[in-house]
């Protein structure tokens, strides 16, 4: 059974850095699209960053465009959000989720297996 745990999550000022990283189990995960949804109190949960292990392909929303960076180490099946220039407005609990490769997308039915979520906040 697939698992996926995230980590790295914690408490930050505006403009500070943090990095998540999610380990992934249960599966060998070559074909998979692995990435993040965030969810903060009294919005919509929003797909922030994916990346395809096939090809390296990434996707990121708008909001955290230039800001965050997700990267993969295939060998050790992790994944990590690197996010730096922080703001208040990225306070969330942050999801790992992964599923088969039909295509990076924002869309939750996309992804299969998600994780427990890890806390960000950002203080300002």
């Known amino acids: 059974e697939v698992q996926l745990v995230e980590s790295g999550g914690g408490l930050v000022q505006a403009g500070g850095s943090l990095r998540l990283s999610c380990a992934a189990s249960?599966?060998?995960?070559?074909?998979?699209?692995i990435g993040w949804f965030r969810h903060a109190p009294g919005k919509a949960r929003e797909g922030v960053s994916f990346?395809?292990?096939?090809?390296?392909?990434?996707l990121y929303a708008d909001s955290v465009k230039g800001r965050f960076t997700i990267s993969s180490d295939n060998a050790k099946n992790m994944v990590y959000l690197q996010m730096n220039s922080l703001k208040p407005e990225d306070t969330a609990v942050y999801y790992c989720?992964?599923?088969?490769?039909?295509?990076?997308?924002?869309?939750?039915?996309?992804?299969?297996?998600w994780g427990q979520g890890t806390q960000v906040t950002v203080s300002s």
């Open positions: 989720v992964a599923g088969i490769d039909y295509g990076l997308g924002y869309a939750q039915e996309l992804y299969a297996y």
């Open positions: 249960g599966s060998a995960f070559d074909d998979y699209a």
């Open positions: 990346i395809s292990n096939g090809d390296g392909s990434t």
